[in-house]
């Protein structure tokens, strides 16, 4: 199976950054179809990246522009619906009806599908994970068996222009203040885009993966808490986290839910109900070895201390 072009939705996020980036490094052009093609200009400084803009949850309107491709990525999905009350059942399950249904009458036989770990329509605890479970299901339901589908399910994921170390580094930076921290204990086994984009990679033209789903995790287990120590500790700060209990948890989430924004919400809340860490993890199987946290993201969140301290010692010598 040769694959020259890949159209991508949500190719303009940031996981869609590095998988579109990788791509293009292979020789593989990509099409990103996105809504707002003037905010993702730095896109269209890749070679081989085109950028167009289409009503992506119409079939008709995503048809077209599969004629000159060989296979189809979906990356879109929200964390938050805001006041749309149907956002999430929009973005993670209509929107794929639409691109099966585009991808059966253009004749593409090949897509790639982003789920998240936890996904599962029946046991979902939040909307989030309710509907992106819908999603994969029917993706892997309406492909069959003409489109070959797999689906990836990964845990947190970090990286260069990640919404996760980059947000805690964000409001701990805000001001010397004791942190609230919702949820402490919640786990995650935060995984590196690079790795995830590399399973997208292996996986385009592997006949092995058809059909399947694959739980893409880091090698190390943290709590909520320790993440955030991390994060502190890696931009040399020293912030006393305050462990809210699970009352005082759902309470901030219902309070920071209503602000501009939604940087917390009860379905964030919901979602952090249940662990999100691998049983077992697929990307072993998949030949790629998981990058750890201490690899990265001293990387991109700014100095350590240590290196401060030599980065000084320079200057002063
Ligand atoms: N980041 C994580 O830690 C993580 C963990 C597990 C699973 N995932 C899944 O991985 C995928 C990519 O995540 P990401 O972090 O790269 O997200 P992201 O940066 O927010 O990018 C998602 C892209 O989806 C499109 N999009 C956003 N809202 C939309 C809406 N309401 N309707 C249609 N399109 C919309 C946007 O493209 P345009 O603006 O160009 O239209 C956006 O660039 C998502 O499906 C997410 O659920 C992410």
């Given at each position: 199976?040769?694959?020259?072009?890949?159209?991508?939705l949500?190719?303009?996020?940031?996981v869609?950054?590095?998988?579109?980036?990788?791509?293009?490094?292979?020789?593989?052009?990509?099409l990103?179809?996105?809504?707002?093609?003037?905010?993702?200009?730095?896109?269209?400084?890749l070679?081989g990246?085109?950028?167009?803009?289409?009503?992506?949850?119409?079939?008709?309107?995503?048809?077209?522009?599969?004629?000159?491709?060989?296979?189809?990525?979906?990356?879109?999905?929200?964390?938050?619906?805001?006041?749309?009350?149907?956002?999430?059942?929009?973005?993670?399950?209509?929107?794929?009806?639409?691109?099966?249904?585009?991808?059966?009458?253009a004749?593409?036989?090949?897509?790639?599908?982003?789920?998240?770990?936890?996904?599962?329509?029946?046991?979902?605890?939040?909307?989030?994970?309710?509907?992106?479970?819908?999603?994969?299901?029917?993706?892997?339901?309406?492909?069959?068996?003409?489109?070959?589908?797999?689906?990836?399910?990964?845990?947190?994921?970090?990286?260069?222009?990640?919404?996760?170390?980059?947000?805690?580094?964000?409001?701990?930076?805000?001001?010397p203040?004791?942190?609230?921290?919702?949820?402490?204990?919640?786990?995650?086994?935060?995984?590196?885009?690079?790795d995830?984009?590399?399973?997208?990679?292996?996986?385009?033209?592997?006949?092995?993966?058809?059909?399947?789903?694959?739980?893409?995790?880091?090698?190390?287990?943290?709590?909520?808490?320790e993440?955030?120590?991390?994060?502190?500790?890696?931009?040399?700060?020293?912030?006393?986290?305050?462990?809210?209990?699970?009352?005082?948890?759902?309470?901030q989430?219902?309070?920071?839910?209503?602000?501009?924004?939604?940087?917390?919400?009860?379905?964030?809340?919901?979602?952090?109900?249940?662990?999100?860490?691998?049983?077992?993890?697929?990307?072993?199987?998949?030949?790629?070895?998981?990058?750890?946290?201490?690899?990265?993201?001293?990387?991109?969140?700014?100095?350590t201390?240590?290196?401060?301290?030599?980065?000084?010692?320079?200057?002063?010598g």
């Amino acid at each position: 199976m040769k694959i020259n072009k890949v159209c991508i939705l949500g190719g303009s996020g940031f996981v869609g950054h590095h998988i579109t980036s990788k791509l293009v490094s292979k020789g593989i052009q990509c099409l990103v179809l996105t809504r707002n093609p003037e905010q993702h200009k730095d896109l269209r400084v890749l070679p081989g990246v085109q950028l167009l803009t289409a009503n992506i949850f119409d079939a008709e309107a995503i048809k077209p522009h599969l004629a000159s491709c060989d296979a189809f990525i979906n990356l879109v999905g929200i964390l938050n619906e805001g006041r749309n009350k149907q956002g999430f059942k929009q973005a993670h399950v209509n929107l794929v009806e639409a691109a099966i249904k585009a991808c059966h009458t253009a004749g593409i036989s090949r897509l790639l599908h982003m789920s998240a770990l936890n996904a599962n329509p029946g046991q979902g605890p939040s909307r989030y994970l309710f509907t992106k479970g819908e999603g994969e299901n029917l993706a892997h339901k309406l492909g069959h068996p003409n489109i070959n589908i797999t689906s990836f399910r990964p845990s947190v994921i970090f990286g260069s222009g990640d919404s996760f170390f980059n947000r805690f580094a964000d409001l701990l930076s805000l001001a010397p203040i004791p942190f609230p921290l919702a949820c402490p204990d919640a786990r995650f086994a935060p995984v590196y885009v690079g790795d995830v984009a590399d399973a997208f990679i292996h996986t385009l033209t592997d006949s092995k993966s058809f059909g399947q789903r694959y739980n893409l995790c880091g090698p190390r287990i943290f709590t909520l808490e320790e993440l955030v120590h991390y994060t502190a500790q890696q931009l040399g700060l020293k912030r006393k986290i305050i462990r809210l209990s699970d009352r005082a948890s759902r309470l901030q989430a219902e309070i920071l839910g209503r602000m501009p924004g939604q940087p917390f919400s009860i379905d964030n809340y919901l979602s952090m109900q249940v662990d999100s860490i691998c049983q077992h993890n697929n990307l072993l199987e998949l030949g790629i070895a998981p990058k750890d946290i201490d690899d990265v993201v001293p990387l991109y969140l700014g100095f350590t201390s240590k290196q401060r301290r030599l980065s000084r010692q320079r200057q002063a010598g």
